[in-house]
């Protein structure tokens, strides 16, 4: 061989060596967010991160891990695994000297990580949730989903093409589509939770409409909304009291359908989210925007006496600080009260300046729950516009918006509990503010914006009390005197006062010569300046006058709201020290979370800005997190399945790819249309796969989390008695206004304090669907808690699903389901008198699919035994089923207790 072709080969060796390295034997680079994060989140956070900094060591923030600790030096120096205190602490042989003290080693694996990640710098990353959600690919997608004629026609939804990968991957492949008419009852069930109508299922299985128009046309149906609004007010936590120990009775029902017309009308998510965060905030916000702050009135109000309302106000902002951030950015805010989160990189001090956001609203922890929004008439709404055009016409549009603002909610005012220095004087019950004779107390900090009118909503059981109101003190110039009489219950009443400007204290006293020495001659609600109405020589003005006084006196329907407080109200914000509210550390202003996106400087710094920065599309976690409910709902787990929590304790997406593109695509192709994203997951091949699942897939994939078969779940606690209503005819169309209370068992409800009973709803409002049911917090409906429905006292993100031998009494013993039953039987035995084709007709009815030979025969022998039994008992007959203008008859009642079985199989209670 030629020197030349040695010295060429061994070139062509050199090189290919150096190529090899440069391409194969590159070091691969350690992700902090998925391999390093998990390593120190497990191992090492609790004792070095937001609630312990042990040695002046923290790795819940970069600047934290890499600055100097108590020893004089970092525990980590980037670059340099080997002179890193942390790497020498994991790996010391002296048990008081290694790390985690006391607690088991790390693995070599996680030490060999952690060494690597130093020496490549020690980078530090974002958790994947608080990237923001990138363009798909879309172009690949669509080319790869293509290949081939099978996957045209299998995997033509994107949806598809991610779960089919990962199935790939696990030598996993889909099942074959469901059965047809199982398929319309699981979809019909998922869209509107009803089954499909008699003409809906004998168009489709004439096919005389497609798989894709039944869900066109379930989506549009007024029953989609009514059954999605239950998930939402899980969310909201919505209930018709207002919980703690008396737990009476509140009007929040406007709200619930409010939340139902928004999601018929396929409102885009992120308005829908705008109107509820900061609905008042709008330009002129509508009677429907400003209806939807109720969603933050949901929080639970403590009227009993004693309590301090400062303190129920603060827990209330807090609630809804910790609500905001669980339903719209899976994060557990809460223990951030106390401390610097555990596990997220949000400090203590974000916490409160994001309270800040929520601290400056009217309402204020008290009996009237003010500010409400009034539900006026057509004839009302009329009489407003006329005191508003009066009183545009004379003073401008800026005192005509306050005058409309006032007849509309009622504020700015200011609430009695406030008053303090009581002489011979009281808060009644801690709500009131209650005078004897001789007696008085202050309002301080009080700005009158210059009224020369006071509005005062107090009641009275005694004539001539005559109240003082002085400026500053007793000796002070006099603003108002004027006498009260006896009311008839609680009115509103209008007094001259004499203007004055800025911040100042009142003075309030009362001389009562009809009233014993420690009678309170009044109580006292709330105090309003507002001016009277300009105009007094004008033609016309009496009328107006009288339509002013009359609106005061509103008794109609009124919905608690959240309304900002005016700039002369606004309160500050503090930082809790430990969390306690009496504990006040330093004041912060309003701002969000460094980790998530940037503020916009065109964004108001109130609620309206936030809910802004909660929709805006640079936020990482918002569309995540409403397409991981939506999936949730549909599939009974969430694509993460810890739905309340994405930060770094959560865990990992199952498809990652398949969260974002829905992300991205919900926020940019769908402009938040939900009814979109729903339809784009249940036309899906993923979706429409059978749920039957063979032992083998059982064992791989127990918890179905690679969607490797359909979802089969049991139905929600309103979906059931719905599901039984519907089968039956019982179920009423009629929809909204207030909450009615079907038949449950007796003794259930039983209340102190507030005089309220369970009184059984007649007619058709008997058989209203469950999302109309009257929810009592401390005694909520039983069989909705049987199904594991929620006391709705807190945010509720995934009703946990149980399997107990009381949900079985419930539905063969509960007057819903025994009324049910006896109509299903009726309409059964109606059908055929062959008692076998009955219950075969029953079943079909039931399930859309015919029934086995051996169900038949096994249900057959049951109404045989039922009908012997009653046939010899009429009093036992006559006691299970009484129907009206139907006779009762062996055969009847025999049927109804089939009737009663079909509808406790756990195919019909189970999705399927």
């Not at 089969?712 to 019982?730: F, K, N, P, T, W």
Request: hydrophobic content about 35%; overall charge negative.
């Amino acid at each position: 061989m030629s020197n030349n072709r040695i010295i060429l080969l061994l070139s062509i060796a050199v090189f290919l060596t150096v190529m090899g390295f440069l391409l194969f034997g590159k070091t691969q680079e350690v992700d902090f967010s998925t391999q390093i994060k998990p390593i120190l989140n497990k191992h090492c956070i609790s004792c070095h991160g937001g609630v312990k900094k042990s040695g002046g060591f923290s790795v819940l923030f970069e600047n934290e891990a890499l600055a100097v600790t108590e020893s004089g030096h970092p525990a980590i120096i980037p670059g340099d695994p080997n002179n890193s205190e942390l790497i020498k602490r994991l790996t010391e042989s002296d048990p008081e000297l290694r790390m985690p003290y006391e607690k088991p080693p790390l693995s070599q694996e996680e030490i060999d990580l952690l060494k690597s990640w130093i020496n490549q710098g020690a980078k530090w990353g974002k958790h994947w949730a608080y990237e923001p959600v990138q363009e798909p690919a879309s172009q690949e997608i669509k080319l790869e989903a293509g290949i081939g004629s099978e996957k045209t026609n299998s995997n033509s939804n994107p949806i598809d093409f991610y779960v089919e990968k990962k199935l790939e991957e696990l030598d996993l492949k889909f099942s074959q589509e469901e059965n047809p008419n199982k398929l319309l009852r699981r979809v019909s069930l998922d869209i509107t939770g009803l089954p499909p109508s008699d003409s809906l299922v004998s168009l489709y299985e004439n096919e005389k409409i497609s798989y894709e128009e039944v869900v066109d046309y379930l989506l549009e149906q007024p029953t989609y909304g009514e059954n999605w609004a239950s998930w939402w007010l899980d969310l909201a936590r919505y209930a018709d009291t207002k919980g703690y120990e008396r737990d009476v009775t509140r009007t929040l029902w406007p709200f619930r359908d409010y939340v139902i017309n928004s999601f018929n009308k396929d409102k885009p998510f992120d308005e829908f989210t705008i109107e509820q965060l900061a609905g008042d905030l709008l330009p002129n916000p509508t009677t429907e925007q400003l209806t939807a702050t109720a969603f933050h009135r949901n929080t639970m109000n403590n009227d009993e006496g004693g309590t301090q309302d400062e303190e129920f106000r603060v827990s209330a902002v807090l609630d809804r600080l910790n609500t905001t951030y669980e339903v719209w950015q899976s994060t557990t805010m809460a223990c951030v009260q106390c401390h610097s989160h555990p596990y997220d990189p949000i400090r203590q001090e974000e916490f409160y300046e994001s309270a800040a956001f929520f601290n400056n609203t009217r309402d204020e922890d008290t009996h009237d729950e003010e500010p409400k929004l009034r539900f006026y008439s057509d004839e009302d709404k009329i009489d407003v516009a006329n005191i508003v055009n009066w009183v545009k016409d004379l003073q401008g549009a800026e005192e005509a918006r306050k005058r409309n603002d006032f007849l509309t909610f009622f504020e700015p005012k200011y609430e009695a509990h406030i008053a303090t220095d009581f002489d011979k004087a009281e808060l009644i019950d801690t709500k009131w503010l209650g005078m004897w004779p001789g007696g008085s107390a202050y309002l301080r900090n009080i700005d009158t914006q210059g009224s020369d009118q006071l509005l005062i909503d107090y009641w009275t059981s005694i004539d001539g009390s005559k109240i003082t109101i002085q400026k500053d003190g007793p000796e002070g110039e006099v603003l108002s005197t004027f006498t009260i009489n006896k009311t008839n219950g609680e009115t509103i009443s209008a007094f001259p006062f004499k203007p004055i400007h800025g911040i100042n204290d009142l003075f309030i006293s009362v001389v009562s010569p009809n009233a014993k020495p420690q009678q309170n001659t009044s109580a006292i609600v709330w105090f309003a300046f507002v001016p009277t109405l300009p105009g007094k020589e004008k033609e016309g003005y009496k009328p107006i006058q009288e339509t002013w006084e009359k609106l005061l006196k509103f008794k109609g329907t009124k919905l608690p709201i959240l309304i900002e407080n005016p700039d002369y109200m606004k309160r500050e914000t503090r930082i809790f020290e430990r969390g306690n509210w009496l504990m006040l550390g330093d004041k912060v202003n309003p701002n969000t979370p460094d980790e998530l996106n940037p503020w916009k400087e065109e964004w108001p710094k109130n609620r309206l800005g936030f809910a802004y920065w909660l929709t805006d599309k640079k936020n990482p976690l918002t569309s995540r997190t409403f397409v991981n409910r939506i999936w949730d709902q549909l599939f009974g787990r969430g694509l993460v399945s810890t739905l309340e929590d994405m930060g770094t304790q959560s865990d990992p997406p199952s498809h990652p790819e398949l969260l974002d593109y829905l992300a991205w695509v919900t926020m940019n192709e769908y402009d938040w249309s939900m009814k979109k994203l729903i339809r784009e997951i249940v036309t899906s091949r993923t979706y429409k796969q059978s749920s039957v699942v063979s032992p083998t897939l059982y064992f791989i994939d127990p918890q179905n989390k690679w969607y490797a078969r359909g979802p089969r779940i049991r139905l929600s606690a309103e979906q059931i008695r719905d599901q039984s209503l519907a089968v039956s005819g019982l179920l009423s169309k009629k929809m909204f206004g207030p909450s009615v209370k079907p038949p449950q068992p007796e003794g259930i409800w039983q209340t102190v304090y507030n005089g309220e009973s369970w009184t059984e709803a007649e007619g058709e409002d008997r058989y209203r669907r469950g999302i109309y049911t009257f929810i009592k917090r401390t005694s909520p409906y039983p069989s909705f808690i049987t199904f594991d429905a929620g006391s709705r006292e807190v945010c509720l993100s995934r009703r946990i699903v149980t399997n107990t031998p009381l949900q079985a009494l419930v539905t063969l013993n509960d007057p819903v389901y025994l009324e049910a039953a006896a109509n299903l039987g009726n309409i059964m035995k109606t059908k055929d008198s062959n008692p076998s084709k009955a219950i075969s007709f029953g079943y079909e009815k039931l399930m859309l699919t015919p029934i086995s030979d051996q169900k038949l025969a096994a249900l057959t022998s049951l109404y045989e035994s039922s009908y012997q039994e009653f046939k010899k008992d009429t009093a036992a007959m006559n006691a299970f089923i009484k129907l009206e203008d139907v006779k009762t008859t062996p055969e009847l009642a025999a049927m109804a207790v089939v009737a009663n079985a079909l509808l406790n199989l756990d195919e019909f209670l189970t999705k399927p």
